[in-house]
Structure formats: structure tokens, C-alpha cells
């Protein structure tokens, strides 16, 4: 039988009957994008999303001249929902004997499809194509250089800005925020910290809120690449949806490896399995209303 089933004689997995209640895992974040983001139903066949891309120039009149006619100018955005899923197999025996261990697994499957989710939106990582956008695209202003956060942080207010948006809040990798905690001033006293032995982390960046995610960080991809370290943008600007939500089901069949091969067989192997799925969107205005942040060049 071709690849590995979760079972009581998995690496790690405690035997004894008597064990801690408590199972510590690795901390999983929600998706950043859906938490900035802003949030629209979605119908299975997707959604358009009508834009009013210029408005009409209002102009001064003498008391008997003709008022001028004008008309606004319209654009729109389509949006349509794509599937993330995975599945987990276990075996009848672990579900009955690591009943706390199984029900600390099951909810880590979503965090699983938030991080794609996120990676495929800020990066295009595994981004499908056709009416789903992506941030890989927009404007880069670097913070590489010593003494550079403060400039290019004006730099993404600028590219914003001139793309008609507003920086509405900062998004942080934790490898940005070291590289910003470290910015000094003319006097060798942090620029962005007022008190360095209390404030640990930072709240605002030129009165823009700052939060924090690790699914922002792209690490540099080779020559000609640079890293991310955090975006900033119009988030308001920014739209994601669900066609139902995140959804479970319990499944006893077979399943199957990437290359077409029996995992196993379901409930003729003793085993059963967990799906994991949501159908889901995204879509921005304009790229151009977003500003990477980036740090070292691919070697």
C-alpha cells in the first residue's frame, strides 16, 4: 500500500493510556487577508462587482449660462470562487484511543487553507488563474538598507496614493517587523519605538495600524528577486468571499496519492478520512493600491 496512514504507531504520537490533556502544536494564524480584507457573498458562479472609475468636473456657471453636462465613467471586477482542500486519513484505532489529539487535528486543517488561501493572494503563490488577483505585482519600495524604513515607507504611501488609494494599515512579517524595530534615528535611539525596554512589538507605523502575519514574508527566489517583508495598502480596497464557508465531511472510501496510486482503501483498510474544503475569491480595484515592502536580493 503506497504512502503513510496516521495511526497509533505514528512517530510521536504517545501510547501510554495516561497522558497530559493538554497537546501543544505550533501556533496557526488565521488568514490575513480575510481579516484586512473586505468580506462579500459570493454565488457558486461567481460575482461582478461594478467599479465607478471617474466622476463627472463640476465647473463654475455665469447666472444664465448652461450648467455643463458630464457623465461619471464605470468599470468592473469579476470574482469568481476556486477550491482549496486537502485531506487527512486516520486509522479507526486512533480516532477511539487519541480522541483529544484527532479533535486538536481536525480544526488545523483550516488553518492549512488559510495559509494558501493567503500565500495565493499576497504572493500568486499556486494562485489559480482567470478573476482571482493577486498582490505579487504591486509597486516594490525596498527597506533594505540601514535607514531606509522611514523613506520607504513614505515610498508606499506615494505609490498608493498616486494610484488613488490610501494606506489604510501595514502588514508585517515577523522578519519586517525585527528589520523595523531596528531603525534607528540621527541619535542611535530607535526611530519607531518610544521605549524600547516596553514596547516589544509596534502598533502604528505613520499612523497607519500594523498587524502582523507570517504568511507575508516571501523569501527572495534567486537572482533578480528580492524578499517581502510586509505590504501596506487600501485594504478597503480589497475583496474576498465564500461561496458557503469553510466545510467538513467524514469520508470512507479510498483515497488516492497525487500520481494516481491507492493511499488506501477507506473502511476496508480500517481507515477513514477528514475533508477539508471551502470555495473561495479574491479580488482587488487596483493592484497599484498596495506597495510591497522588500528586504535582500536573491543571491
Known amino acids: 500500500m503506497a504512502g503513510v496512514n496516521t495511526n497509533r504507531t505514528t512517530t510521536g504520537v504517545l501510547l501510554p493510556p495516561q497522558i497530559s490533556s493538554e497537546i501543544w502544536s505550533g501556533a496557526q494564524e488565521q488568514s490575513f487577508v480575510m481579516q484586512r480584507g473586505q468580506k462579500t457573498d459570493l454565488p457558486g458562479e461567481g460575482k461582478t462587482i461594478q467599479i465607478i472609475t471617474g466622476d463627472g468636473e463640476a465647473k463654475f456657471v455665469g447666472e444664465t449660462e448652461r450648467k455643463p ?28 484511543d487519541k480522541v483529544a489529539l484527532f479533535n486538536a487535528l481536525k480544526p488545523r486543517m483550516q488553518g492549512a487553507v488559510a495559509r494558501t488561501f493567503d500565500l495565493a493572494a499576497l504572493h500568486g503563490i499556486g494562485a489559480p488563474v482567470g478573476d482571482f488577483d493577486t498582490l505579487k505585482t504591486a509597486p516594490a519600495v525596498s527597506i533594505n538598507a540601514a535607514g531606509s524604513v522611514y523613506q520607504g515607507l513614505l515610498g508606499a504611501l506615494s505609490a498608493v496614493s498616486t494610484a488613488g488609494g490610501d494606506v489604510t494599515a501595514w ?21 519607531f519605538t518610544v521605549n524600547p525596554q516596553q514596547d516589544g512589538s509596534i502598533g502604528a507605523l505613520l499612523g497607519r495600524e500594523v498587524y502582523k502575519a507570517r504568511a507575508l514574508y516571501q523569501a527572495a527566489g534567486g537572482a533578480g528577486t528580492v524578499e517581502t517583508l510586509g505590504i501596506g495598502g487600501d485594504w478597503s480596497s480589497a475583496y474576498w468571499g465564500a461561496v458557503e464557508g469553510i466545510k467538513y465531511e467524514e469520508y470512507g472510501g479510498p ?14 483498510d480500517n481507515m477513514f478520512s477528514v475533508i477539508c474544503e ?22
Open 69 to 96: 453636462n458630464v457623465e461619471p465613467t464605470f468599470g468592473s471586477k469579476t470574482m469568481r470562487a476556486y477550491k482549496i482542500a486537502l485531506t487527512e486519513s486516520f486509522s479507526d484505532e486512533f480516532k477511539r
Open 255 to 268: 483515497i488516492f496519492n497525487a500520481d494516481g496510486s491507492l493511499k488506501h482503501a477507506g473502511r476496508q
Open 278 to 299: 471551502i470555495e473561495i475569491g479574491f479580488i482587488v480595484r487596483d493592484v497599484n493600491r498596495f506597495a510591497r515592502l522588500t528586504g535582500k536580493a536573491g543571491a
Open 171 to 191: 502588514g508585517l512579517a515577523p522578519q519586517g517587523e525585527i528589520k523595523v524595530l531596528g531603525e534607528k534615528d540621527g541619535n542611535d535611539r530607535p526611530l
